[in-house]
């Protein structure tokens, strides 16, 4: 058993993967501004991310260092900040001799064509995503030129229990109430999307797991992505509901963006949705047996916590 300390660990990521390396039986803590507490067994320490000496403090003992950081949705913020927080976590691992597990995204690939792999060209063609393949290149520079031992954990869209985009719970609530749904730009693109448990179990396995060091792994994610109208239509089945949605056009979306400042940032990525977006995770089932939940089992399981349906 080991010490475990999460950066950012009271967030939608860490909350998920907490729970398994409390039962795992590792000494674990949140460092966090404000750490929350989320088993109840779990260390709380207040640091700041953007504090490298503070951070350093927190991670001292640590073997294994999770940089698990959310920040607002914003361009700005992630162009100044997301950085400065991952450099900070790649010191704070050095310092302390820490393992390090990074979780990412994709926004770095900028538009694919085709399939996401793990080897897909870093070609960002947005601010956050110049910003994520920054934190990316710095953990991976580290890896190669200091020896640090780190890995990347890089997830699809997700969807689950999170605060900010919880499409499919929203979806949900609309279609119980008998309303239509809200889709963005269009709803015949297929998506893949990652389910945050599965983000959880497979981050916490890479934390457990060196042999995973030096390399980007794409979360398990069930292979089949399925298009708005699809996932429309498989909610409306789970729920008894009729499956009735409005499709917002890009020039709509830019209009209401104009009042709402989380669709100004959704907006520019929004070549994401107009586009086929598939996400595969093939490597990591491969070489360690971790597989996703299948998708209308995650729909029907995060309904059932959200109260929709019957768990």
């Known amino acids: 058993m080991g010490r475990h300390v999460l950066l950012g660990g009271s967030g939608t990521i860490g909350r998920a993967a907490l729970p398994h390396l409390v039962a795992a039986g590792h000494d674990v803590s949140i460092v966090q501004r404000h750490p929350a507490a989320v088993t109840g067994r779990e260390t709380l320490v207040a640091a700041d991310a953007l504090d490298v000496e503070a951070l350093a403090r927190a991670a001292e003992g640590a073997d294994v260092l999770y940089c698990v950081v959310g920040l607002p949705y914003d361009s700005r913020i992630w162009r100044?900040?997301?950085?400065?927080?991952?450099?900070?976590?790649?010191?704070?691992?050095?310092?302390?001799?820490?393992?390090?597990?990074?979780f990412d995204n994709v926004y770095?690939?900028?538009?694919?064509?085709?399939?996401?792999?793990?080897?897909?060209?870093?070609?960002?063609?947005?601010?956050?995503?110049?910003?994520?393949?920054?934190?990316?290149?710095?953990?991976?520079?580290?890896?190669?030129?200091?020896?640090?031992r780190a890995c990347i954990a890089r997830s699809a869209?997700?969807?689950?229990a999170y605060p900010q985009f919880d499409m499919i719970g929203d979806w949900g609530v609309?279609?119980?109430?008998?309303?239509?749904?809200?889709?963005?730009?269009?709803?015949?693109?297929?998506?893949?999307?990652t389910y945050i448990p599965d983000n959880g179990r497979a981050l916490a396995f890479l934390g457990e797991t060196p042999e995973a060091d030096g390399e980007i792994w794409h979360m398990p994610t069930d292979p089949e992505?399925?298009?708005?109208?699809?996932?429309?239509?498989?909610?409306?089945?789970?729920?008894?509901?009729?499956?009735?949605?409005?499709?917002?056009?890009?020039?709509?979306?830019?209009?209401?963006?104009?009042?709402?400042?989380?669709?100004?940032?959704?907006?520019?990525?929004?070549?994401?949705?107009?586009?086929?977006?598939?996400?595969?995770?093939?490597?990591?089932?491969?070489?360690?047996?971790?597989s996703a939940t299948p998708f209308a089992q995650g729909v029907r399981e995060h309904l059932a916590a959200k109260g929709l349906i019957e768990a």
């Open 80 to 102: 100044r900040d997301f950085p400065c927080v991952v450099g900070n976590a790649v010191e704070a691992a050095r310092r302390t001799g820490a393992r390090l597990v990074y």
């Open 225 to 290: 992505p399925r298009t708005a109208r699809q996932t429309l239509q498989l909610i409306a089945e789970i729920l008894g509901a009729r499956a009735r949605h409005i499709t917002l056009p890009k020039p709509l979306v830019q209009a209401i963006a104009l009042f709402n400042p989380l669709l100004r940032e959704v907006d520019k990525m929004s070549y994401q949705l107009e586009r086929d977006y598939r996400f595969s995770s093939e490597k990591i089932t491969r070489r360690f047996g971790l």
């Open 174 to 193: 609309q279609l119980k109430r008998g309303k239509p749904a809200l889709a963005l730009y269009r709803d015949d693109r297929v998506h893949s999307l």
């Open 157 to 160: 869209d997700f969807y689950g």
């Open 108 to 148: 770095s690939y900028g538009p694919v064509e085709g399939w996401m792999t793990e080897d897909c060209p870093i070609r960002p063609t947005t601010e956050k995503g110049l910003a994520r393949a920054e934190c990316a290149r710095i953990v991976m520079e580290a890896v190669e030129r200091q020896g640090l």
